[in-house]
C-alpha cells in the first residue's frame, strides 16, 4: 500500500521557512550593524518590494491592470501630512487611519472604473490618479501645486534623536513589507485566494462553479488600494516632503513597480521580491545613466515579456520546480507505489 | 458672451483631441489593442516635426508632408516588428509592452531634445483670426477642427466603402476566417497601425502649433484621446469626435470658473459619463 | 512513367487540438477532378484534418503536399493563395459585412476563373435579392449559400466544405446537395466532411473513413459495403 500525501511543501519552502526567522531577526537588528545610507536604501527595498507585491496580487492573480496606483501612493502620502499637520492626530494612529481611509476611497471608485474592461480599465485608473493629483493641487492647506513639509515637531514627536528616528522608519518599511507579503501569501491560500487563481485560469469555468468574479476583484482592489495607502505614507514619512507631482508620479510608483514585477515573474510571490532586488541591483550600479537606464529597464521589460512572459523566477522554477512560497499543492507517494 | 465664448473655442479645441482619438479609436476597432504609447507617438510627431521644420527650413504645416508617412512607416514597423508577438487572448503582453514603449519613447526625447518646452513656429496664421460677432475665432483652431472633421470622414469612409476597411472589418469579426480569404492578419494590422500613426502624426503637429510641449507631455494627451473614445462610445468614430467636443467644451468651461480647474473639469465630467452611460453616448449598435 | 502527383496528399499527419492529439500518423490523397467524402464520428478529427490543410494549424511542412509542393508549415492566407478554399463549419460569416460584401472578401485573393459575383447570384437567386443585407439577418440555409459562395469567389482548385449540411432543415440541405454538381461540374475538386453518410456517398466518388484520429476504412463511394462502413466508423 502507499501512501498519498497532498502537500504544498516543498524541500526549498521548509529551507526557506527555517531560515526565515534567522534572517527576520537580523533583519530588525540592521540599525545596529548597517550604516545610515544602507539603513535608508533597506527602506525604500521594502516599500518597493510592497509596492510590487500589492500591484502584483492586483495584475497578476486578479487580472486588473493598473497603471494608477500611484493615485494610493500619493493619496498616503497627503492623508497621512493632512492628519498629522492639520488635524493634529498622533503620526502612529496616522498610518492605520490613513489605510482605513485609502481602503474606503477605492471602494467607490472601484465601483466607477470596473465597468472598464481590460486595457481600458488600466487608462482609467490612470485618470483616477490624474483626478487624485488635480484635485491635491487645489489644496492651499497642503500647499497647492507646490506642495509642503512635514514639519520638524512631528518628526521630532515619533522617536527621539535622528538615529532613532531612523531606525523607527526602517522597523515601520520592514513591518509593513512583512505584513503585506504575508497578508498577500495568506489571503491566496485561503479560499478567496484559491477562487481569484481559478478566476485568472479560467473565468468562464470560474463563474460557472459560482464564484462571484465581480466581488473577488473588488475586494482585492480594495484591500490592495489600502495596503498601498498605506506604503504611500511611509514613502513620504521618509521623505519629509510631498508634492502633487512627486505624490502621484506615474514613472517612480507605477512604472518602476511594472518592471520590477514583470523581470521577477508575474503572478507569482517570489516575482515580486525577485524583482525588487535586482531593479535597486541595477540601479545602484547604473542610476549614473539616467535617462538611458530607464530606457534600457524599458527594452529589458519588453524583451522579457516577449520572450519569457514568466520573468526571472518562472524561468528559474521551470527550470529547477522549486517554490519559496508553499502555495501550490502537490501529490507526493505517486512514484513510491508504482 | 464670455461664456458662449468658451463653449465656442472648447468645441474647437475638441476637433484636435478627436485627432488624439482616432487613431486609438481605429486600432482598438481592428484589433482590440490598446496603445499605452499613444501619447507619447503624438509627442514623437512634433518633435519630428520641430527637427523638419529647423533642418529644413519649412513651416510646420508643409512639414505634414514628412511626418505623416514617416509616422506611418514607424507605425506599420513597430506593428510587424514588436506589437503581432504581443497579439493574442492574454490582454497583459499588448498592454505591458506599449507601457515600455511609453517609457522608452519619453527618455529618449529627453536624451535627444531635453526637458526645454519646445513649440512649432507658425508665424502669421497662430494669432490671425476672424470675427464672428463680438467673437474672434482663431484661424488655426479652425484648420484643426476642419481637419478633423475631414479625417473622421476619411476613416469612415475607408472603413466602410473601401477594400482596405472590408480587409479591416473582416479582421476583426475573426481573424482566422479573414486568413482562409488570403488576409494576411501581420500585414493588416500594421497597416492599421501605420494608418493610425499617420492620424497621430496630424496630432501632433497641431498639437505643437497650438501650445509647447515636452517629452512628458503625452501621458496627458493619451487620457484626452482616451477619454474623447470612450465617451463618445467604443466604435462609433462621429461618436469619437462628439465625445472630443463635450471634453474640449468641459475644459474651456472649467478654465472659465478657475485655470487650476480646467483638466480637472475635463476629467470629472468624463467619470460622470462613465457612471451614467458606461457605454457611452453613442455606443455602435452590435448586430 | 511516374505518375503524376495528386492533386492534395497527406502524409504522415500528426495534428495536435489544443494539448491533445487529434491525428495520428494520417495518410490520405485526392486527386484532380475527385469529389472526397471524409466521414466519422464526433471527434474523429474531420474538422482537425480541414483547418490543417487550410493552413488554421501549422504543421511539419512535408505533411501536406499541394501537387507534390510541401505546404505544411505554410500560413492560411499563403495556402488560401494557391487555390484551396474552406468552407468552415458554422459558416462563420463576418457579421459586420454584407451578403455581398461577404462574396466580394472572398475573391479577394484575385485568382482568376470562372466564378465571379454574377456566376454565385446564378447559382444561389435569393443572394441576389439580399446583397445588401447584413450576413447576420439571413436564415441558415441562406447564410450557408453565402459561405459557399464565398469559397467560391476565390476560384479554387480544391474546397473543403465542412459539414455543410449541420443544423440546417432537410428541405435546405437538398437544396445546397442540388446545387452541388454545379459547383463540381467543372474539375473542381472537393472534400466534404460530411455527418449525413448516404448522403456524403452519394455525391461523392471516393470515401475516407475516420476513427480515433487514423483513417479506417477508404473506399470507392459506389461499391464500399454499409457493414464496412458500420464497422469503420463504429470500431465494432
Known amino acids: 500500500m502507499s501512501t498519498l500525501t497532498v502537500t504544498r511543501r516543498t524541500r526549498l519552502s521548509t529551507v526557506v521557512l527555517i531560515l526565515l526567522a534567522p534572517i527576520l531577526i537580523a533583519l530588525i537588528a540592521a540599525p545596529w550593524w548597517a550604516g545610515r545610507a544602507d539603513l535608508r536604501l533597506m527602506g525604500e527595498i521594502a516599500l518597493y518590494m510592497s509596492l510590487a507585491t500589492l500591484w502584483n496580487l492586483l495584475a497578476g492573480y486578479a487580472g486588473l491592470v493598473s497603471v494608477g496606483q500611484q493615485a494610493y501612493v500619493g493619496l498616503g502620502g497627503y492623508l497621512f501630512f493632512a492628519l498629522t499637520m492639520l488635524a493634529g492626530i498622533d503620526p502612529y494612529v496616522a498610518l492605520p487611519l490613513a489605510a482605513l481611509a485609502g481602503a474606503v476611497i477605492a471602494a467607490p471608485v472601484a465601483v466607477l472604473i470596473f465597468r472598464l474592461r481590460g486595457a481600458y480599465f488600466a487608462i482609467g485608473t490612470w485618470v483616477m490618479a490624474e483626478v487624485f493629483r488635480l484635485s491635491f493641487a487645489q489644496v492651499s492647506a497642503l500647499g497647492g501645486g507646490s506642495g509642503t513639509s512635514l514639519s520638524a515637531s512631528i518628526v521630532r514627536g515619533m522617536a527621539d534623536g535622528r538615529a532613532a528616528r531612523e531606525a523607527m522608519a526602517w522597523w515601520l518599511a520592514l513591518g509593513v513589507a512583512v505584513l503585506v507579503i504575508g497578508a498577500v501569501v495568506l489571503f491566496l491560500r485561503s479560499r478567496q485566494g484559491v477562487a481569484l487563481t481559478a478566476i485568472r485560469d479560467n473565468e468562464v469555468a470560474a463563474r460557472s462553479l459560482g464564484i462571484d468574479i465581480w466581488r473577488s476583484k473588488f475586494i482585492v482592489y480594495v484591500v490592495v488600494g489600502g495596503l498601498t495607502t498605506l506604503v504611500g505614507c511611509l514613502i513620504f514619512l521618509q521623505k519629509l516632503r510631498i508634492s502633487p507631482d512627486a505624490a502621484f508620479s506615474v514613472n517612480d510608483w507605477t512604472a518602476f513597480v511594472i518592471f520590477i514585477v514583470v523581470i521577477g515573474g508575474i503572478g507569482t510571490i517570489e516575482g515580486p521580491i525577485i524583482g525588487t532586488l535586482v531593479f535597486f541591483a541595477l540601479r545602484e550600479t547604473m542610476a549614473d545613466l539616467g535617462t538611458l537606464y530607464l530606457i534600457a529597464l524599458g527594452l529589458v521589460a519588453i524583451v522579457i515579456m516577449l520572450k519569457a512572459p514568466r520573468g526571472l523566477w518562472g524561468f528559474l522554477r521551470d527550470r529547477y520546480n522549486i517554490e519559496i512560497f508553499p502555495l501550490s499543492r502537490r501529490v507526493t507517494g505517486l512514484n513510491k507505489g508504482a | 458672451m464670455d461664456w458662449i465664448n468658451a463653449v465656442i473655442q472648447g468645441v474647437l479645441l475638441g476637433g484636435l483631441y478627436a485627432l488624439f482619438a482616432a487613431g486609438l479609436s481605429l486600432i482598438f476597432g481592428v484589433m482590440r489593442l490598446v496603445n499605452i504609447a499613444h501619447g507619447d507617438l503624438i509627442v514623437l510627431s512634433a518633435y519630428l516635426a520641430l527637427t523638419v521644420t529647423t533642418a529644413l527650413g519649412l513651416h510646420p504645416l508643409l512639414a505634414l508632408v514628412i511626418v505623416v508617412p514617416g509616422m506611418a512607416l514607424v507605425g506599420y514597423t513597430l506593428q510587424r516588428a514588436i506589437l503581432n508577438r504581443t497579439m493574442g487572448d492574454d490582454l497583459l503582453p499588448p498592454l505591458l509592452v506599449t507601457f515600455g514603449l511609453s517609457v522608452i519613447i519619453q527618455n529618449a526625447l529627453l536624451a535627444g531634445y531635453s526637458a526645454d518646452p519646445q513649440k512649432l513656429q507658425a508665424g502669421e496664421i497662430e494669432t490671425a483670426s476672424v470675427a464672428l460677432g463680438s467673437i474672434a475665432l482663431g484661424v488655426m483652431p479652425l484648420i484643426v477642427f476642419a481637419t478633423a472633421v475631414v479625417v473622421i470622414a476619411a476613416l469612415q469612409w475607408m472603413f466602410y466603402r473601401t477594400a482596405l476597411g472590408r480587409a479591416f472589418r473582416a479582421t476583426s469579426d475573426n481573424q482566422d476566417i479573414a486568413q482562409l480569404m488570403g488576409l494576411n492578419r501581420a500585414h493588416v494590422f500594421g497597416l492599421a497601425m501605420g494608418l493610425s500613426l499617420a492620424v497621430t502624426a496630424l496630432a501632433g503637429v497641431f498639437l505643437g502649433m497650438r501650445t509647447s510641449f515636452d517629452p512628458a507631455a503625452g501621458s496627458a494627451r493619451l487620457i484626452f484621446g482616451f477619454e474623447a473614445v470612450i465617451i463618445g462610445g467604443l466604435g462609433n468614430l462621429w461618436g469619437t469626435l462628439a465625445g472630443g467636443v463635450i471634453l474640449g467644451v468641459a475644459q474651456t468651461l472649467g478654465a472659465k470658473i478657475n485655470p487650476g480647474y480646467q483638466i480637472l473639469a475635463g476629467h470629472l465630467v468624463f467619470l460622470a459619463i462613465l457612471a451614467i452611460r458606461p457605454r457611452g453616448l453613442f455606443p455602435r449598435i452590435d448586430g | ?236
Request: with cysteine; proline share 5%.
Open chain 3, 1 to 236: 512513367m511516374p505518375m503524376p502527383d495528386p492533386i492534395l496528399t497527406i502524409e504522415g499527419l500528426n495534428a495536435h487540438y489544443g494539448d491533445f492529439q487529434a491525428l495520428y500518423d494520417l495518410s490520405m490523397h485526392v486527386e484532380a477532378g475527385e469529389v472526397v467524402a471524409v466521414i466519422g464520428a464526433n471527434g474523429a478529427g474531420k474538422t482537425t484534418l480541414l483547418r490543417s490543410i487550410s493552413g488554421l494549424l501549422r504543421n511539419a511542412p512535408a505533411s501536406v503536399l499541394w501537387r507534390g509542393t510541401p505546404i505544411g508549415a505554410m500560413r492560411a492566407d499563403q495556402i488560401a493563395a494557391q487555390g484551396i478554399a474552406l468552407v468552415p463549419e458554422g459558416r462563420l460569416l463576418f457579421p459586420s459585412l454584407s451578403v455581398e460584401e461577404n462574396l466580394i472578401i472572398g475573391g479577394q485573393s484575385g485568382r482568376k476563373g470562372p466564378w465571379n459575383l454574377q456566376r454565385v447570384y446564378r447559382l444561389f437567386p435569393v443572394l441576389e435579392e439580399r446583397r445588401n443585407q447584413a450576413s447576420t439577418s439571413l436564415s441558415g440555409g441562406q447564410q450557408q449559400m453565402v459561405a459557399i459562395g464565398r469559397a467560391l469567389m476565390s476560384n479554387p482548385d480544391v474546397v473543403l466544405m465542412d459539414e455543410i449540411s449541420l443544423g440546417l432543415a432537410p428541405v435546405i440541405i437538398r437544396q445546397i446537395y442540388e446545387a452541388l454538381p454545379g459547383i463540381v461540374g467543372e474539375g473542381l475538386t472537393a472534400v466534404l466532411v460530411e455527418q449525413d453518410i448516404s448522403k456524403a456517398l452519394s455525391v461523392s466518388t471516393r470515401v475516407y473513413c475516420l476513427q480515433e484520429g487514423r483513417v479506417s476504412l477508404e473506399g470507392q463511394s459506389q461499391t464500399v459495403s454499409r457493414d464496412d462502413i458500420s464497422r469503420a466508423y463504429f470500431g465494432v
